[in-house]
């Protein structure tokens, strides 16, 4: 992920239903940016992850086993 300039990020995991099973906002630089998050709680199955800023949104399905 990508920001042009120093902003608050929120990530996102959403099961198939829509429902968000975990939240995440950060001040972050500008800059690349690489971010983890711990999935270890999640029970397997098909989830969407989505992170934003005020310029940006990037969602990606994930599947964990």
């Known amino acids: 992920f990508e920001q042009k300039r120093k902003d608050v990020t929120e990530i996102s ?3 198939m239903r829509g429902v968000i099973v975990k939240r ?3 001040s ?3 800059g690349k940016i690489n971010l983890t998050t711990d999935i270890s709680a999640l029970p397997a199955g098909s989830y969407l992850l ?3 800023n005020s310029e940006n949104i990037l969602s990606r399905k994930f ?3």
Request: net charge positive; no cysteine; charged share 20%.
């Open 24 to 26: 995440n906002s950060q």
């Open 28 to 30: 972050l630089a500008a």
């Open 50 to 52: 989505s992170v934003r």
């Open 13 to 15: 995991i959403m099961d």
């Open 63 to 65: 599947i964990k086993q």
